[in-house]
């Protein structure tokens, strides 16, 4: 099962009830990104690294996976975070705002607009292209801003045909317009060197239900490409 473009209008109706959803959550909220970290072998293959620019895209009301990464490395780098609602998350007093101070930087525009003038030496892509518009463009663009030899981290909860028959409700989550499989998105991060790559299978994954798979991957932006 392969969505990975939607209009504007069914994007923009997701935006609204992801808000609306955590608007109001506990700000000890994990989000899951304790499971993300322990499943990413504790981001292990960052010690010793050195970023100078770090970026999560779509990092909503408590940018857990940034401070989780943070807690890997050595020195902390400039901090780049970008969510359409990040100004809604920092105003409803999300903890997001602790990271705030003057080597942080925030960025609103969407995955697929989102235009820097400076390179990342990481960028953070976990549990995001579920809900954007427009995959190819937010990988496009990923892949731009990233320097060469700049590592991604990406996870993604993947959906195929079978999804369909065990949770029926896929096809109207009005907060997850966006489904694709791993064949599908492994084309996209073949322009990058692996460091590694992790598939979970249904039993293993957040929601069995909904997900024959997880992919969690890291690999280093080609110099060649």
């Known amino acids: 099962m392969n969505i990975i473009t939607t209009n504007k209008e069914t994007w923009e109706i997701a935006q609204q009830n992801e808000y609306l959803v955590w608007k109001n959550s506990p700000d000890d909220c994990d989000d899951w990104n304790t499971w993300w970290m322990r499943n990413f072998d504790n981001y ?5 690294k050195t970023f100078e620019n770090y970026m999560e895209v779509g990092c909503g009301p408590y940018a857990k996976n940034t401070i989780n990464i943070l807690s890997v490395l050595d020195k902390k780098p400039n901090i780049y975070l970008n969510d359409t609602l990040l100004s809604e998350y920092i105003t409803a007093n999300k903890s997001v705002k602790n990271l705030i101070d003057k080597n942080t930087h925030l960025y609103t525009q969407s995955l697929e607009d989102i235009n820097l003038d400076v390179k990342m030496d990481c960028v953070v892509c976990i549990n995001v292209l579920s809900h954007v518009y427009n995959v190819n ?8 801003i990233l320097n060469p030899n700049g590592i991604l981290i990406f996870g993604e909860d993947l959906t195929n045909e079978e999804d369909l028959i065990s949770a029926p409700e896929i096809l109207t989550d009005k907060m997850h317009p966006i489904r694709f499989n791993e064949e599908e998105i492994r084309q996209q991060l073949n322009t990058y060197d692996t460091m590694m790559y992790k598939t979970l299978n249904r039993e293993q994954g957040r929601n069995p239900r909904a997900h ?6 890291a690999g280093k932006k080609n110099e060649v490409l």
């Not at 463009?137 to 731009?144: A, Q, S, V, Y």
């Open 44 to 48: 292990s293959f960052l010690k010793n």
């Open 137 to 144: 463009k937010c990988m496009d663009n990923i892949f731009k």
């Open 212 to 217: 024959y798979k997880t992919l969690l991957f």
